[in-house]
């Protein structure tokens, strides 16, 4: 059994950076989404929102996440903060393998990203208030997509790589029973 595993959760709560340590932890290829696309496009995903506008955008994720999930195989995939908008996605995502929601509160997320001009969302002032909307919209759809919530508050990275290995290794040997019992 390989582990396929998919990590979603606001912009800022860690996504790139645990998926790149926990892939590494676990033996498999790691799959930034956005990094993807920045590579498909050219240009970096903010250049391509200013010109093509967010529902372009919302085209070109759901078409590379749909690739990448058809390719077989072990891997850790990090998604964009608003890969979970589309209920298509949210099914793809599901039907991938074990998804974590990495869940942090917009004041968090605020304090961590308040230098970052990359994420174009986040852009034109008062952050705070922009990262309240994206949670308020987005928090139950990351739930419903997810299999496990890991809280990131408190805890290093390494402590969040720990748990959310062992929740990987039981997630392979439930699965692994369920299909002996079918
Ligand atoms: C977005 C989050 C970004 C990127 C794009 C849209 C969003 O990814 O996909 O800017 O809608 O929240 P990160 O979550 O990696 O910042």
């Given amino acids: 059994m390989q582990i396929r595993c998919a990590l ?4 800022g709560s860690g996504k790139s950076t645990l998926g790149r ?5 676990s033996g498999v290829p790691f799959i930034d989404l956005d990094q993807r696309l920045e590579q498909t496009l050219g240009c970096s995903i903010r250049s391509y929102f200013e010109v093509a506008g967010e529902a372009c955008f919302r085209d070109l994720e759901a ?7 058809q ?5 850790l995939l990090s998604t964009g903060g608003g890969a979970v ?13 074990s998804v974590f929601y990495l869940h ?9 990203v308040q230098h ?3 994420r174009p969302l986040l852009q034109g002032g008062n952050p705070l208030k ?16 997810a299999r496990h919530v890991i809280e990131t508050g408190r805890s290093s990275v390494r402590t969040l790589v720990g748990m959310a290995a062992l929740q990987l290794e039981q997630d392979l040997a439930a699965d692994a029973a369920q299909r002996a019992a079918e």
Avoid: K, S
Wanted: proline share 5%.
């Fill in 8 to 11: 979603v959760g606001m912009p």
């Fill in 21 to 25: 340590q926990l892939a590494q932890h």
């Fill in 63 to 69: 078409q590379a996440l749909a690739d990448v999930a």
């Fill in 71 to 75: 390719q077989p195989g072990g891997m």
């Fill in 85 to 97: 908008l589309r209920a298509d996605n949210r099914d793809v995502l599901r039907r991938f393998g």
């Fill in 104 to 112: 942090a509160l917009p004041e968090e997320i605020c304090r961590r």
């Fill in 116 to 118: 970052d001009r990359t």
């Fill in 130 to 145: 922009r990262l309240r909307a994206l949670y308020a919209q987005r928090d139950g759809l990351y739930r419903e997509t």
